[in-house]
């Protein structure tokens, strides 16, 4: 957990403010020479952007927890690996993305793919039952739909709609061609608008 600036005493302070200042690139120099606290201020910037990407991957909080954990795990390991032929955050999405998978192939003899709503952050026990039933019924319907999609259908669609990322930001970090990603976001896309369709019909 990040220490509060206002803990810090003023020469680590200064030293903090310094290295948030410096680009990744600039970072990821230092690090790979061994600056710790270089790699420090990179974990730092980038957590809520791999824990945001792994949680909507997996769809699961600690799931999600254990990827991106071990998502800055691998960084330490894997720095060095890193050439600088694409932008530092795009090696890292896709790092993470990978990891995902790896975590859900672990998770996947013990747990279906279908999304537990009773899990999701925003229950209510305590709520109005007849409206916590349709919501909870929603996102069944949800989860259901995106676990029939394909995993490669699913994955950008997730990346594009959710964390809005552009389709060329996308083909570099799934390695697709941008044509593909847009294919995969308008079939997927039309998956779930049909599901969605017969299911307030029904």
């Known amino acids: 957990m990040p220490v509060a600036e206002t803990t810090l005493p003023g020469s680590a302070l200064a030293a903090r ?14 690090a790979r020479e061994g ?19 792994a949680t909507h991957v997996l769809g699961d909080i600690e799931d999600a927890r254990d990827a991106a954990q071990e998502s800055f795990l691998k960084l330490t390991e894997r720095l060095r690996q890193f050439r600088g032929e694409c932008q530092f955050s795009t090696w890292l999405h896709r790092l993470v993305i990978n990891t995902c998978r790896d975590v859900a192939d672990r998770q996947r003899v013990r747990r279906t793919e279908t999304l537990d709503p009773d899990r999701d952050a925003g229950f209510d026990p305590d709520g109005d039952p007849s409206r916590l039933a349709l919501l909870s019924d929603l996102r069944r319907e949800v989860g259901s739909a995106l676990v029939r999609l394909t995993a490669e259908q ?18 570099k970090l799934l ?7 847009k294919s995969h976001v308008h079939r997927g896309r039309d998956h779930l608008r049909r599901r969605l369709q017969e299911y307030t019909r029904a």
Request: proline share 2%.
């Open 17 to 30: 403010v310094a290295y948030s200042r410096l680009s990744d690139a600039d970072l990821v120099d230092r």
């Open 35 to 53: 600056d710790r606290s270089a790699l420090e201020a990179l974990i730092e910037r980038h957590s809520a952007r791999v824990s945001r990407l």
């Open 154 to 171: 699913r994955r950008v669609l997730l990346l594009r709609d959710t964390l809005d990322l552009s389709y060329e930001e996308i083909g």
């Open 175 to 181: 390695r697709i061609p941008v044509g593909t990603a």
